[in-house]
């Protein structure tokens, strides 16, 4: 199929992009736009020209797929399409309808003239690709659209309606309704008034204050931009559009930091997650037009931390949903809870007072059962204990009507087990959420082994409406989140064994980039938390070894925050983790009980440590086909257990250090003395990978 069109209308020739999705600017698509403007330059019949796309989208901008390859540069590229345009003798008018992003943008700036829908939504986005806009987009928008106006676009990448920017140079006309004919009604007319091309790059870029304007930016973006580099170089290319005595020198100094940028593994990071978040719905046997079941209503079962924050999660998007408990004082303070959560939220700002009763109005409480079985889908969040959760899914089953949708959140238990207490395992479906659950992207969708097809394009939609990021999990212990978590507390705890403390740890990882070390953490989710689940597992498999330093603590009463002490104490009114000598006598003890003489760790170890024990567990849970790919256990570190966007995930992180180093490394963690040789023996994929030199991703 072509990638565009080519057709004259009396004297106007019209280009017409179509390149699915989004008209991205690879290399084909530039090609053919170079073809049919040199064609429309060399037929004498033609006088005008337009440059338009589809009725959603003009362009979104480069095909970011080329970025990793040589096709980036391969001609024409970008700049000398843009280049052909603006230098062409035929006037072109870009009609923009849809997105016009990046690269689009950036095209449609070398047109001599732009109208467009006002509804068309304008952005260069480069700065979340990690990148700045490498096509001449930081020296022509500030000359269109002011210095200030451009440089927020360009900083923040902020998409806005064509309708905003409708007073600047960079729109000659809005068009209401119909953008090609509008496009030939404004080729026809600037051809009677006989008016000059016009070239932004001829328009001046300045501003009353630069250098202080500048300054004022830097200072502000540097301490948002955290481990980024693209903020502050879009200030200096902007900066450039101002300061360079010629128009090419400031491109010439945009291209420079583009090259730059584009091979930064910030950058790279922020590519893969791209792709990554919508490859997560991608599910191979389960197409996207599989027919999902209406969701008009929902219930949630126990008002909990978690139950509180789901029904919550619905109330936002506007679905009615009811919260069962099991006595009345539970439901009363959850409902009290959840009230306390909307009012904190009003306090600051974030919600009114209205949307606050409005969404009061959609949470119905309820005792009964009888009142639930209409909702389409019921979410079960009750205490992680398979003998209530029996319980709870056998009424399910006996009162919900035919075909809703019974999910658990269970953040460790098999949920085939789970299914297998109803008579319809079909229907049923693991949502783990992640706490607090009203405010954290993730949500894992746990298919059970007999979980029917629609039921799981059902609630893979559902996440898209609940605004949640869905990645398919397999059924196994902990899924795929708290699986490999298991395994990086566990060296954590080894660590403290060998001679760390909880302080080391958390200080090396969190410089590293995680949110919170492994202690803060715990001592946030509730200690107690792991040692139910410990002491499960030590039920099921009595030779397992114990955590004896995390279980003295929980036998302690050191569950964490809440309890004012944990891996560390807490000042009431403080959140801040403060280093407890009772907590490291503990340690002292442990090792001296164990024989091991403390050495000292550097910090180095304790990351390669830690992240190499996420990668091994990742790379079995691949291999079992418990995530689907590589990229969806990426996206469950990034949105739900605060991996460093700049390192883009465990699995491309290990990508990135290259899997013979991570494989070799984990061989010398094998050898050290008192080291557990199975834990750091690497998964056969690994090994595979690493011989073949190949990545995960
Ligand atoms: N390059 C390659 N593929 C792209 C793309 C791009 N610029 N933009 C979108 N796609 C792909 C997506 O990966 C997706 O592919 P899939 O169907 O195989 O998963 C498909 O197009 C549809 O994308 P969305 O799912 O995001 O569709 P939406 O309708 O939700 O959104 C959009 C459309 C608003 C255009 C959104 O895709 C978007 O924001 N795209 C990115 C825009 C962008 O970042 N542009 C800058 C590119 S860098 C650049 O131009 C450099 C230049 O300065 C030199
Ligand atoms: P919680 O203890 O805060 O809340 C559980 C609620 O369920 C209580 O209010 C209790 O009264 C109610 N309940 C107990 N039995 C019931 C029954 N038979 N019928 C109706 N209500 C009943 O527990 P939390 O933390 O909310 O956890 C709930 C589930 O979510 C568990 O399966 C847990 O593993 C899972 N989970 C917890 C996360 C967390 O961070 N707390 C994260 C993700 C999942």
Same mark, same amino acid.
């Given at each position: ?14 280009? #017409? ?6 008209? +991205?600017?690879?290399? %084909? ?34 095909? @970011? ?34 997105a016009c992003m990046g690269g689009g943008l950036e095209l449609a700036l070398g047109c001599h003239f732009r109208i467009a829908r006002a509804d068309a939504q304008i952005a260069l986005p480069e700065v979340k690709l990690g990148l700045l ?39 000659? #006309? ?17 051809? /009677? ?59 010439? /100094? ?21 792709? #990554? ?60 809870? @959840?009230?306390?959560?909307? *009012? ?14 409005? &969404? ?19 979410? *079960? ?18 009162? !919900? ?17 789970? %299914? /297998? ?56 212990? +902990? ?18 064994l060998e001679g760390a403390l909880p302080q080391q740890i958390d200080q090396a990882i969190e410089r590293w980039g995680m949110a919170m070390g492994p202690f803060r953490m715990s001592d946030l989710a509730g200690n107690d938390v792991g ?12 030779? !397992? ?10 036998? =302690? ?13 807490? =000042? ?19 090792? =001296? ?5 403390? &050495?000292?760790?550097?910090?180095? *170890?304790?990351?390669?440590?830690? @992240? ?38 465990? !699995? ?46």
């Open positions: 199929m072509s990638v565009s069109h080519y057709r004259v209308h009396g004297q106007i020739a019209v280009i #017409a992009m179509n390149h699915p999705p989004v008209n +991205g600017l690879g290399l %084909a698509l530039r090609r053919a736009l170079l073809d049919g403007l040199d064609r429309a330059e060399a037929d004498p019949a033609v006088r005008a020209i337009v440059l338009i796309g589809t009725d959603k989208v003009f362009s979104a901008g480069a095909d @970011i797929h080329e970025f990793n390859s040589p096709l980036m540069r391969a001609e024409p590229t970008l700049h000398t399409l843009i280049d052909a345009i603006e230098r062409g003798t035929k006037p072109v008018i870009a009609a923009i309808a849809g806009p490498g096509a001449g987009g930081t020296q022509r928008l500030p000359r269109a659209v002011g210095v200030e106006t451009a440089l927020n676009l360009i900083v923040s990448g902020a998409t806005v309606p064509a309708q905003q920017l409708s007073q600047t140079a960079l729109f000659d #006309a809005l068009v209401a309704d119909d953008l090609a004919s509008g496009a030939l009604a404004f080729a026809e007319k600037i051809l /009677a008034e006989g008016i000059a091309l016009k070239r932004i790059r001829d328009l001046p870029c300045t501003h009353p204050d630069a250098e202080a304007y500048f300054q004022f930016a830097r200072h502000h973006v540097r301490s948002s931009a955290g481990a980024f580099p693209a903020p502050l170089k879009c200030i200096d290319a902007v900066a450039a559009a101002v300061t360079s005595p010629t128009f090419d020198a400031g491109l010439a /100094a945009e291209r420079e930091a583009f090259a730059y940028l584009v091979q930064t593994p910030e950058s790279k990071a922020l590519r893969h997650v791209f792709f #990554a978040e919508r490859a997560v719905t991608k599910i191979p046997d389960v197409p996207e037009d599989t027919p999902t079941r209406p969701i008009k209503t929902a219930a949630v079962i126990g008002a909990g931390t978690m139950g509180g924050g789901i029904a919550m999660t619905f109330a936002n998007a506007g679905i009615p949903v009811s919260v069962l408990e099991i006595k009345a004082e539970a439901l009363e303070r959850g409902l009290a809870t @959840i009230r306390k959560n909307y *009012e904190s939220q009003v306090k600051k700002g974030k919600l009114g007072a209205d949307a606050l009763a409005a &969404r009061m109005a959609l949470i119905q409480p309820t005792l009964d059962y009888a009142h639930i079985r209409d909702a389409d889908i019921v979410i *079960e969040a009750v205490f992680e204990d398979m003998d209530v959760k029996k319980a709870v899914f056998e009424k399910l089953d006996a009162v !919900m009507k035919p075909g809703a949708i019974l999910a658990t959140n269970t953040s460790t238990l098999d949920v085939n087990r789970i %299914a /297998a207490f109803t008579t319809r395992p079909e229907d049923v479906v693991g949502t783990h959420f992640f706490s607090p659950a009203n405010v954290m992207r993730l949500l894992e969708i746990v298919r059970g082994e007999k979980t029917a097809k629609d039921v799981l394009a059902t609630v893979m939609k559902l996440a898209k409406t609940l605004k949640k990021l869905p990645v398919v999990a397999g059924v196994c212990d +902990g899924f795929i989140g708290n699986r490999m978590i298991h395994r990086y507390s566990a060296e954590a705890m080894r660590m403290l040692w139910l689940i410990r002491k499960r597992h030590y039920a099921e498999r009595p030779q !397992m070894p114990r955590a004896v330093i995390a279980d003295r603590l929980c036998e =302690r009463g050191r569950f964490g925050q809440k309890t004012g002490k944990g891996w560390y104490a807490y =000042r009431t009114g403080d959140r801040t983790a403060y280093p407890d000598p009772e907590v490291e006598q503990l340690i002292v003890d442990a090792r =001296r009980e164990a024989g091991i003489a403390p &050495r000292r760790i550097d910090d180095g *170890e304790i990351v390669e440590r830690l @992240i190499y024990a996420l990668v091994n567990e990742g790379a079995r849970i691949l291999e079992e086909g418990i995530a689907l790919r590589a990229s969806d256990i990426d996206m469950v570190y990034l949105n739900g257990y605060g991996f460093p966007l700049h390192r883009g995930g465990p !699995m491309f992180y290990a990508d990135t250090v290259g899997l013979y180093t991570v494989a070799r490394r984990m061989r010398a963690f094998a050898r050290q003395p008192g080291a557990d040789a199975a834990f750091w023996t690497p998964a056969p994929l690994l090994e595979r990978l690493a011989a073949e030199g190949k990545t995960f991703n």
